[in-house]
Each structure stands twice: as C-alpha cells, then as structure tokens.
C-alpha cells in the first residue's frame, strides 16, 4: 500500500470518527430520519470527505437500507441504527453505532450485545486472523448476552470505491477459515432477540442504487443522469433523495428507467424475518505491515 493511499484511509477514519461524535448530538428521539440523515452527509463533506454511501437510519426490525427519501417525514423512534461511510478520493471508512430512543431495557441490552461482541474482537484482531475465528468470537459474545447473531448479515473487504470488495466476514462460526491479509476491512456484528429467526428478508425497495454498467436508454435525462452517477458515485451506493436534490422531481422517471435497463441496481431494505428488533455496531480497521488499526474510533 502506498503511504498516499494509507493517509487518505486514515483521513476517512479520522472524519468518520468525528461524525460519530457529531451524531450523538443529533439524534433524538421524534427527530425527523431525514433531518438527521441530512445533516451527517452535510457534515461529512463540510469536514473534507464524501459519503460513501447514503446514510442508513433503520429502525427495529428493519437491520439496514434504509435511508430517508427525499419527502420522508418518518420520526426517529425505537431501536434506531445509525450506519454512515466516509470516502477520501474512494477511500472508505464505514461504522454504524445503535441508538434506543424509547428506554427500553430490551433496547439497551441489544445494544449492549452488538457492541461487546465488536469490542472483544477488535482486541483480538491480528494478521492472519481467520474469518471463522472472528465469527466464533461475536457469536459466542452475543449469544452469552441471550441473544443471536444475525447468521446471514456480515462484514466484509473493502478496496477503492468498492464497498463490498469480496471477502465475507461472518458473524457466526463458519467454516471458510480465510486469513485476513493486508487490507481495509469492515467488522459489523447485528444481534437480535433469541426468540427471532436470525436472519434478514427483503422487504421494500429502499431508494438506494449502485451503478453497474452503462446500457442503452432512450431518454436525454436518463443518460444525461447516468453520465453524473457514474463520474460522482463510481461503484459506490447513492439514493434517490440526491439525484432528486440535484436534478428535480422528473428524476424519479429517469432512475427507473434506469434501474430498468439494468444500469442501476436498487438494494431492498433488509428486515428480521420475525419482525424482531435488531441491533448494530461497526468498525473498519486497515491491516497494514503486521500492525491493526481500528479506523473509524
């Protein structure tokens, strides 16, 4: 890795760490989730960086993929997961943190679940680490806390405006055994109530699109679109609530056709298969020359 590359990895950490500190401010309960999606993102680039993908304010069973839409009056309630990205020049730092905005023990514990399971195996992350060995670590930490893993969410790799680069790091024992080389890596245990299925539906569309290739469309707004999501976005998530932002109303037209064509691909909102609550917590870390570090605190 070159030392450029490094610092522009750290730089993203660095912001990221400070939006954390900056949504915990923000978030409250009956707050609009577009209010508070708007003012991280705005925060984001007032400090220097972009989002690397727009940020998530899913709540209760609802695990990820939400993100407002451009005319959301959806309030802040319940189990909240607040789950944002950094990029500096296409490089990530991506973190999400958990908020209980009705005080609920149930919540707190939750929370606490997800949260423990990330810290005990951030202590134990090294080079060559095993995918398996991680997974078996926040298994076994939220399941002592009387709940369970999330078995078909994860972490995973990330390369320059790849997001999700390849590599799949469980949350629950598995049997793949891949050492973790030099890299950047995302590290994000969901926990949810034992009674619940312990896996992820797909539930609505969630406005959220990543481009995939370039194919023909017959509309001027439709390319004249795809060209700015392509030059703006690269490979890495947007939603509709910017390209509205920036192109109007007529846009919505133009992202479907689009998404038809097969140039776009829009991500579902991911829910608990019971409808039970789920929890969240994230870190990136960069292993670099034998060392680990935890990015995005």
């Given at each position: 890795m070159k030392e450029t590359e490094k610092q522009k990895i750290l730089e993203a950490g660095k912001i990221a760490s400070q939006i954390r500190q900056f949504a915990k401010t923000i978030v409250k309960k009956d707050v609009s989730l577009l209010e508070i999606a708007e003012k991280i993102e705005a925060k984001i680039i007032e400090l220097?960086?972009?989002?690397?993908?727009?940020?998530?304010?899913?709540?209760?069973?609802?695990?990820?993929?939400?993100?407002p839409s451009h005319d959301d009056e959806t309030k802040a309630s319940g189990l909240l997961k607040i789950d944002f990205g950094v990029h500096v020049d296409g490089f990530v730092a991506d973190t999400a943190?958990?908020?209980?905005?009705?005080?609920?023990?149930?919540?707190?514990?939750?929370?606490?679940?997800?949260q423990e399971a990330l810290n005990k195996i951030l202590k134990k992350i090294k080079p060559k680490i095993t995918t398996s060995e991680i997974g078996k670590t926040i298994q076994e930490t939220i399941e002592s806390k009387g709940f369970i893993p999330i078995i078909?969410?994860?972490?995973?790799?990330?390369?320059?405006?790849?997001?999700?680069?390849?590599?799949?790091?469980?949350?629950?024992?598995?049997?793949?055994?891949?050492?973790?080389?030099?890299?950047?890596?995302?590290?994000?245990?969901?926990?949810?109530?034992?009674?619940?299925?312990?896996?992820?539906?797909?539930?609505?569309?969630?406005?959220?699109?990543?481009?995939?290739?370039?194919k023909p469309v017959r509309s001027p707004n439709a390319r004249k679109i795809l060209d700015f999501i392509e030059k703006e976005y690269s490979t890495l998530p947007f939603c509709s609530r910017w390209i509205i932002k920036r192109f109007?109303?007529?846009?919505?037209?133009?992202?479907?056709?689009?998404?038809?064509?097969g140039s776009l691909h829009q991500f579902n909102?991911?829910?608990?298969?019971?409808?039970?609550?789920?929890?969240?917590?994230e870190h990136t870390i960069l292993i670099e020359k034998g060392n680990v570090i935890v990015t995005t605190i």
């Amino acid at each position: 890795m070159k030392e450029t590359e490094k610092q522009k990895i750290l730089e993203a950490g660095k912001i990221a760490s400070q939006i954390r500190q900056f949504a915990k401010t923000i978030v409250k309960k009956d707050v609009s989730l577009l209010e508070i999606a708007e003012k991280i993102e705005a925060k984001i680039i007032e400090l220097k960086g972009k989002p690397a993908f727009p940020v998530n304010t899913s709540i209760n069973e609802i695990a990820a993929h939400y993100t407002p839409s451009h005319d959301d009056e959806t309030k802040a309630s319940g189990l909240l997961k607040i789950d944002f990205g950094v990029h500096v020049d296409g490089f990530v730092a991506d973190t999400a943190m958990s908020f209980d905005l009705e005080n609920s023990e149930e919540n707190k514990k939750l929370i606490e679940a997800s949260q423990e399971a990330l810290n005990k195996i951030l202590k134990k992350i090294k080079p060559k680490i095993t995918t398996s060995e991680i997974g078996k670590t926040i298994q076994e930490t939220i399941e002592s806390k009387g709940f369970i893993p999330i078995i078909n969410l994860s972490g995973h790799s990330i390369e320059k405006y790849e997001l999700h680069s390849g590599i799949t790091i469980p949350n629950v024992i598995d049997s793949k055994n891949i050492e973790l080389e030099e890299g950047l890596y995302a590290i994000e245990p969901f926990a949810t109530l034992s009674s619940a299925g312990g896996k992820v539906n797909d539930g609505k569309p969630s406005g959220i699109y990543s481009f995939i290739q370039r194919k023909p469309v017959r509309s001027p707004n439709a390319r004249k679109i795809l060209d700015f999501i392509e030059k703006e976005y690269s490979t890495l998530p947007f939603c509709s609530r910017w390209i509205i932002k920036r192109f109007g109303a007529a846009s919505i037209l133009a992202l479907r056709e689009l998404e038809n064509s097969g140039s776009l691909h829009q991500f579902n909102q991911l829910v608990e298969s019971t409808k039970n609550k789920v929890s969240q917590a994230e870190h990136t870390i960069l292993i670099e020359k034998g060392n680990v570090i935890v990015t995005t605190i």
